[in-house]
């Protein structure tokens, strides 16, 4: 069972571990930051300006500033005591954000329902590439590996980026399902992906 009350009993959606060790915990319209052994450093609802819905993707970035995107009110950052919200008058395609991640060259992506996006700073800036899937469809993750490609999970398997050139995976290349849910790239170097249909790893 939970030690910590402030989770007892709620749907935990994301869990993020920080460079200093600590745990922080999404659930719907609350983040919570808490210890190995379950003490709870921090915790973060609507008084905080947390919005009331699923926290389904959370970044920790170096200067220690926790982003978190969420099920249907869009993304928000925690930085020096304060949250902030990112939504459609900042040019977020879509409220759901399902991946945040920073690539090599500091560009945060955020992984929508419709489309990948860079934030800028300011605002949000759609990926400028042709493909549709990538441009306006599902991105499920967004994971940066060891090489700094990019990776963008679709419902039409993996697409890799290095900057300038998009590549494509799917069952054909021995993808064990085009629909994708989620992905990790280990210590390796290797990319891990969930489907529907079970897990592949890409060596």
């Known amino acids: ?5 402030e989770l007892r009993h709620r749907a935990v959606i994301r869990m993020l571990r920080d460079p200093s060790g ?5 659930s719907r319209g609350r983040i919570v930051r808490v210890t190995p052994a379950g003490k709870v450093l921090l915790s973060l609802d609507a008084r905080d300006g947390i919005p009331d819905a699923g926290i389904c993707a959370l970044h920790m970035d170096v200067d220690g500033t926790l982003w978190f995107g969420t099920d249907e009110k869009g993304c928000g950052f925690y930085r020096d005591g304060k949250v902030v919200m990112i939504g459609a008058p900042e040019g977020l395609p879509d409220p759901w954000v399902m991946s945040i ?5 500091g560009v945060l ?3 929508t329902q419709h489309g990948i996006v860079a934030w ?3 605002r949000c800036v759609p990926m400028a590439v042709d493909d549709e899937d990538v441009r306006s469809g599902i991105v499920t993750f967004v994971v940066c590996d060891s090489l700094g490609m990019l990776w963008f999970g679709t419902q039409r398997g993996v697409y890799a980026w290095n900057g300038s050139a998009l590549s494509h995976l799917d069952y054909r290349d021995g993808l064990i399902a085009d629909p994708t849910r989620c992905g990790s790239a280990d210590r390796e170097g290797d990319l891990w992906i969930g489907t529907i249909g079970g897990v592949s790893r890409l060596d």
């Not at 991640?101 to 060259?105: E, I, S």
């Open 1 to 5: 069972p939970s030690p910590v009350p």
């Open 22 to 26: 600590t745990i922080w915990c999404g």
């Open 101 to 105: 991640v920073r690539d090599r060259q």
């Open 109 to 111: 992506w955020l992984g």
């Open 120 to 122: 800028n700073g300011t």
